[in-house]
């Protein structure tokens, strides 16, 4: 048996010498560029002229469709703040004119369909999910949830207090607070500034669910995207029949919104909270996609702050120990200017140190190009995981329509990699001098000031927040 094992011992050893021979080192190993290419949707209107974007694929016996909706919160009258929320949640959760909620919730869970429905700030979705072969009932059901809501009373008042009781402990959390208060002082005197309260939620009424849908859910206000197996020209006579039956009788008129007023002065906001860990954010308005410096603000996000290597994280937290998460971001507007915004948690005897090391690192980055190594490591991460935006047929559809709803050019997605490509270390350091401003910050500190390293007010005037 000895001479048995020490044979075994002695072959593996051989064998593993000759694999590691063979072995290639890690370092010089190279691989050929990732090829992705992107499935195009069919684009078809249906006979009331809404746009329609097709996806089949066979592989699994599921069709998912959605109607992508212009509308929001931004259209909310100022005194019933909430109003596109509460409209956009009691779309499915209310009931339809044939269905009581409770027989809807019944209906769609016996054949294991979905409907689910939401309005954001400048957006509004209804989506529906269905085994192939309840796809014709299922598809009634999505039609009337966007169409012919009920908006039932009783559910009504379930998601009223719920809204408000959200509201009354929206206070709890200090992170929470600080990203409220910074999207609040960026876009105060503009919609996307003004946020729902208890009074506001509680004057929002059923007629007013009403007039909202009716005003904004309309054949002309929406597109429609379908993926997944289904039979094309059976299809497009389920939604003629269902969602195209007729026209409305007024041309579309959605309110006037106004441009965000763009200025940049500082302000340092600070709320009180007696906790041991200070929430810091910070930032300014950002841009629209319209900037010609887009892909350049896409590479330098990920350098500064949008990735694990950036150099706000591997400054604060891998050198200094500063925090656990930091970040920075750039939300680009779609419909209206975005937003610079860079945030972290840190102990409270460390809250100013890291006000300065954050604004300290977002202002090198406009001093000098940023590394090789860093521009190659952005565009690399960016071009390589651009994919995993279209894992699902329903993901590939829908990003094609989001193009046509908030009028992007039609090749954006098919250039979007070799356009990032084309970024220089040039084309970032112009981009960081425009984009940034760290002598425009708005700043906002949610903590204990009795436990801080230095006062606030060696930073700049202080407005204290009283949190309600």
Same mark, same amino acid.
């Given at each position: 048996?000895?001479?048995?094992?020490?044979? =075994?011992?002695?072959?593996?050893?051989?064998?593993?010498?000759?694999?590691?021979?063979?072995?290639?080192?890690? &370092?010089?190993?190279?691989?050929?560029?990732?090829?992705?290419?992107?499935?195009?949707?069919?684009?078809?209107?249906? $006979?009331?002229?809404?746009?329609?974007?097709?996806?089949?694929?066979? *592989?699994?016996?599921?069709?998912?469709?959605?109607?992508?909706?212009?509308?929001?919160?931004?259209?909310?009258?100022?005194?019933?703040? +909430?109003?596109?929320?509460?409209?956009?949640?009691?779309?499915?959760?209310?009931?339809?004119?044939?269905?009581?909620?409770?027989?809807?919730?019944?209906?769609?869970?016996?054949?294991?369909?979905?409907?689910?429905?939401?309005?954001?700030?400048?957006?509004?979705?209804?989506?529906?999910?269905?085994?192939? $072969?309840?796809?014709?009932? !299922?598809?009634?059901?999505?039609?009337?949830?966007? =169409?012919?809501?009920?908006?039932?009373?009783?559910?009504? %008042?379930?998601?009223?207090?719920? @809204?408000?009781?959200?509201?009354?402990?929206?206070?709890?959390?200090?992170?929470?607070?600080?990203?409220?208060?910074?999207?609040?002082?960026?876009?105060?005197?503009?919609?996307?500034?003004?946020?729902?309260?208890?009074? !506001?939620?509680?004057?929002?009424?059923?007629?007013?669910?009403?007039?909202?849908?009716?005003?904004?859910?309309?054949?002309?206000?929406?597109?429609?995207?379908?993926?997944?197996?289904?039979?094309?020209?059976?299809?497009?006579?389920?939604?003629?029949?269902?969602?195209?039956?007729?026209?409305?009788? @007024?041309?579309?008129?959605?309110?006037?919104?106004?441009?965000?007023?763009?200025?940049?002065?500082?302000?340092?906001?600070?709320?009180?909270?007696?906790?041991?860990?200070?929430?810091?954010?910070?930032?300014?308005?950002?841009?629209? /996609?319209?900037?010609?410096?887009?892909?350049?603000?896409?590479?330098?996000?990920?350098? =500064?702050? +949008?990735?694990?290597?950036?150099?706000?994280?591997?400054?604060?937290?891998?050198?200094?120990?500063?925090?656990?998460?930091?970040?920075?971001?750039?939300?680009?507007?779609?419909?209206?200017?975005?937003?610079? !915004?860079?945030?972290?948690?840190?102990?409270?005897?460390?809250?100013? /140190?890291?006000?300065?090391?954050?604004?300290?690192?977002?202002?090198?980055?406009?001093?000098?190009?940023?590394?090789?190594?860093?521009?190659?490591?952005?565009?690399? !991460?960016?071009?390589?995981?651009?994919?995993?935006?279209?894992?699902?047929?329903?993901?590939?559809?829908?990003?094609?329509?989001?193009?046509?709803?908030? +009028?992007?050019?039609?090749?954006?997605?098919?250039?979007?990699? *070799? &356009?990032? @490509?084309?970024?220089?270390?040039?084309?970032?350091?112009?981009?960081?001098? $425009?984009?940034?401003?760290? %002598? @425009?910050? $708005?700043?906002?500190?949610?903590?204990?000031?009795?436990?801080?390293?230095?006062?606030?007010?060696?930073? +700049?005037?202080?407005? %204290?927040?009283? =949190?309600?």
């Amino acid at each position: 048996m000895r001479l048995w094992i020490a044979t =075994l011992i002695a072959g593996l050893l051989c064998v593993s010498t000759v694999w590691s021979a063979e072995l290639a080192n890690p &370092r010089t190993m190279t691989f050929p560029p990732l090829t992705f290419a992107l499935p195009k949707a069919e684009r078809v209107l249906l $006979k009331n002229g809404t746009p329609v974007y097709l996806l089949q694929d066979r *592989e699994l016996p599921i069709v998912t469709v959605a109607a992508l909706i212009r509308t929001g919160s931004v259209y909310d009258p100022a005194p019933k703040s +909430g109003l596109a929320a509460l409209t956009g949640s009691l779309l499915r959760d209310g009931g339809t004119r044939s269905l009581e909620p409770g027989q809807l919730d019944d209906e769609l869970e016996f054949m294991a369909s979905a409907v689910e429905s939401s309005f954001g700030s400048d957006s509004g979705t209804v989506a529906m999910t269905t085994l192939t $072969k309840n796809l014709e009932r !299922s598809l009634q059901l999505f039609s009337e949830v966007l =169409l012919h809501p009920r908006f039932d009373q009783a559910r009504l %008042e379930v998601a009223r207090r719920q @809204a408000v009781e959200a509201i009354r402990r929206q206070n709890d959390d200090p992170k929470e607070v600080g990203d409220r208060e910074l999207q609040k002082t960026l876009y105060a005197g503009h919609p996307l500034g003004v946020l729902p309260t208890a009074e !506001s939620v509680r004057a929002i009424t059923r007629s007013d669910l009403v007039a909202f849908h009716q005003r904004f859910v309309r054949p002309d206000n929406l597109l429609i995207t379908v993926a997944g197996d289904f039979d094309r020209d059976r299809m497009l006579a389920l939604l003629n029949r269902l969602l195209a039956a007729g026209k409305p009788a @007024a041309p579309l008129a959605l309110p006037d919104i106004p441009a965000v007023p763009v200025t940049f002065k500082p302000e340092l906001l600070f709320a009180r909270k007696e906790v041991n860990q200070s929430v810091i954010r910070l930032g300014h308005l950002g841009t629209t /996609k319209e900037d010609p410096d887009l892909y350049a603000i896409r590479v330098l996000d990920f350098i =500064l702050g +949008g990735s694990f290597t950036s150099r706000l994280m591997m400054e604060i937290r891998t050198n200094q120990g500063l925090a656990y998460h930091v970040g920075s971001h750039f939300d680009i507007g779609r419909r209206f200017t975005g937003s610079f !915004s860079a945030e972290t948690e840190t102990r409270a005897e460390t809250t100013v /140190k890291t006000i300065g090391l954050m604004t300290s690192i977002i202002a090198a980055v406009r001093q000098e190009p940023v590394t090789e190594q860093e521009l190659k490591l952005a565009k690399d !991460s960016i071009i390589n995981s651009f994919l995993f935006g279209f894992t699902t047929p329903a993901s590939i559809v829908t990003q094609q329509a989001r193009l046509e709803l908030y +009028g992007y050019q039609p090749d954006y997605l098919e250039r979007y990699r *070799e &356009r990032i @490509a084309a970024v220089t270390r040039e084309d970032v350091l112009r981009a960081a001098r $425009k984009q940034l401003r760290p %002598e @425009a910050f $708005k700043l906002v500190v949610v903590g204990d000031d009795k436990l801080f390293d230095r006062p606030l007010s060696g930073i +700049g005037t202080v407005r %204290e927040l009283v =949190l309600q």
